[in-house]
Structure formats: structure tokens, C-alpha cells
């Protein structure tokens, strides 16, 4: 963690350099990610680079109308899972600003590793704690033989969720403004969430972070 967060922009070239692909490559994954939402910023010049923007940098993208959320309880079969993950408190926000995007571009750089996506869908799953929390940026495997061994795997089991879907901006006061939202559902509603289970962040076609009609799901489970 604290080596990530020494050094908060890379040129391309030293990207590329560091994972071991080629400079165009490295081009390449730095624009898939820009299109899923980080907030990649790059400044051209001799001290330039790539950095994630801190959250006041990132253009606001109005919400809409919608102030309340609306679940629907789901039952949804067990799958599986194969990805990078990492744990940390709730106060190291400049550390997993930096950490996150580096696993999702990882994960884009060595997809090809793994014989057996299920989906073109990313699943973002969390285990949130009481001081820290563990994140996990995955794809559904239809099964787990031949996954490097780096790679985790996890079985998420057939169970209960109240499915929800964030629409618009990613700035965290509005995805925070959804999930306050949600509980909010919950209790109303006589729900409780499963805290021993996973939250599961779906990230399908309707992902589209630049426009006001970005959507995606959020799965919370239920006792």
C-alpha cells in the first residue's frame, strides 16, 4: 500500500514497463478503464503522466430526479468468481484510489489467462467489516482449473439479494447518497442484510460513467 501510494502517476511507457506489455497495449488498457469509470487523468510534458483524480477533480454528472432507490428481493444461483483482491481500512482512501484501478487494469492485461469467462459482465464484490474491508475485482468463471495461481477464486453461493441499480454520477457522495438510500429500503422494508455474505457490484452494457444514464446494479445479501 504505501509503495502505491508513493508515486500517484506513471507515463504510459512506465505502466507498460511494470506489467510487461507493449507501449500501444498499455494505451489500450488505460482507455478500457477510463470507459469503466476511473477517474484517469493525464498531463502531457516533460513531469507528465497518468494519475486517478482525487474525488473534488472528478466533473459532477447530475442524478436525476431519482432521490429513493427501489429493491426487488431476488434469488439468485451460486456462481463462481476468479480475480485480484485486497483489504484495507476505511481511512486509506488515497491508498485504494491508487490500488483499485491498478487491479482492474491487472485484471484486463491477464483475462486471456483465464480459459473459462462465463461473461463479459464485471463483478466488483466487497466484504465490508467493522475497521477494514476486503474488495475483489473479478470475472464469472464457469469453472476454476487452469487459473493461475495469483489469481483467487471464490464460490459465491445460490442465495437470497435485494437488487438495486445506482444511475449517474460515480463521485462517492453520490454512490454513498445510493447505498444510505438502500439501507434506508431495507429497514423499511423488515430486510437485514447477510453482513457475512458479499455485496456483488454488476457492471454490464448500461456502465457508461460519462453519461447521465450510467447505471449499475447493486446486489445486497439478505438474512
Same mark, same amino acid.
Given at each position: 500500500?504505501?509503495?502505491?501510494?508513493?508515486?500517484?502517476?506513471?507515463?504510459?511507457?512506465?505502466?507498460?514497463?511494470?506489467?510487461?506489455?507493449?507501449?500501444?497495449?498499455?494505451?489500450?488498457?488505460?482507455?478500457?478503464?477510463?470507459?469503466?469509470?476511473?477517474?484517469?487523468?493525464?498531463?502531457? $510534458?516533460?513531469? $507528465?503522466?497518468?494519475?486517478?483524480?482525487?474525488?473534488?477533480?472528478?466533473?459532477?454528472?447530475?442524478? $436525476?430526479?431519482?432521490?429513493?432507490?427501489?429493491?426487488?428481493? #431476488?434469488?439468485?444461483?451460486?456462481?463462481?468468481?476468479?480475480?485480484?483482491?485486497?483489504?484495507?481500512?476505511?481511512?486509506?482512501? $488515497?491508498?485504494?484510489?491508487?490500488?483499485?484501478?491498478?487491479?482492474?487494469?491487472?485484471?484486463?492485461?491477464?483475462?486471456?489467462?483465464?480459459?473459462?469467462?462465463?461473461?463479459? #459482465?464485471?463483478?466488483?464484490?466487497?466484504?465490508?467489516?467493522?475497521?477494514?474491508?476486503?474488495?475483489?475485482?473479478?470475472?464469472?468463471?464457469?469453472?476454476?482449473?487452469?487459473?493461475?495461481?495469483?489469481? #483467487?477464486?471464490?464460490?459465491?453461493?445460490?442465495?437470497?439479494?435485494?437488487?438495486?441499480?445506482?444511475?449517474?454520477?460515480?463521485?462517492?457522495?453520490?454512490?454513498?447518497?445510493?447505498?444510505?438510500?438502500?439501507?434506508?429500503?431495507?429497514?423499511?422494508?423488515?430486510?437485514?442484510?447477510?453482513?457475512?455474505?458479499?455485496?456483488?457490484?454488476?457492471?454490464?452494457?448500461?456502465?457508461?460513467?460519462?453519461?447521465?444514464?450510467?447505471?449499475?446494479?447493486?446486489?445486497?445479501?439478505?438474512?
Amino acid at each position: 500500500m504505501m509503495k502505491l501510494n508513493s508515486k500517484k502517476r506513471y507515463t504510459v511507457q512506465e505502466l507498460a514497463d511494470e506489467f510487461g506489455v507493449s507501449y500501444r497495449t498499455m494505451w489500450r488498457y488505460l482507455q478500457e478503464l477510463s470507459a469503466m469509470g476511473l477517474p484517469l487523468y493525464s498531463e502531457s $510534458g516533460i513531469h $507528465g503522466g497518468y494519475q486517478v483524480l482525487p474525488e473534488r477533480k472528478v466533473p459532477s454528472i447530475p442524478v $436525476g430526479k431519482q432521490t429513493e432507490v427501489r429493491g426487488k428481493m #431476488i434469488s439468485k444461483p451460486s456462481f463462481l468468481v476468479s480475480g485480484f483482491e485486497f483489504t484495507a481500512p476505511y481511512t486509506a482512501f $488515497g491508498e485504494v484510489e491508487v490500488l483499485a484501478p491498478r487491479l482492474w487494469l491487472e485484471l484486463l492485461r491477464r483475462q486471456e489467462e483465464i480459459p473459462c469467462v462465463n461473461s463479459s #459482465i464485471r463483478l466488483g464484490l466487497s466484504h465490508n467489516r467493522d475497521k477494514e474491508f476486503t474488495y475483489y475485482v473479478t470475472l464469472e468463471v464457469e469453472h476454476v482449473e487452469r487459473i493461475p495461481d495469483d489469481f #483467487i477464486q471464490l464460490h459465491i453461493p445460490a442465495r437470497m439479494y435485494a437488487l438495486f441499480t445506482h444511475y449517474g454520477s460515480l463521485e462517492r457522495a453520490h454512490v454513498h447518497a445510493t447505498y444510505h438510500s438502500i439501507y434506508r429500503w431495507l429497514e423499511k422494508n423488515g430486510h437485514e442484510q447477510d453482513r457475512d455474505a458479499l455485496i456483488i457490484e454488476s457492471f454490464d452494457e448500461r456502465f457508461a460513467p460519462s453519461s447521465p444514464h450510467n447505471q449499475y446494479d447493486i446486489y445486497i445479501p439478505i438474512r
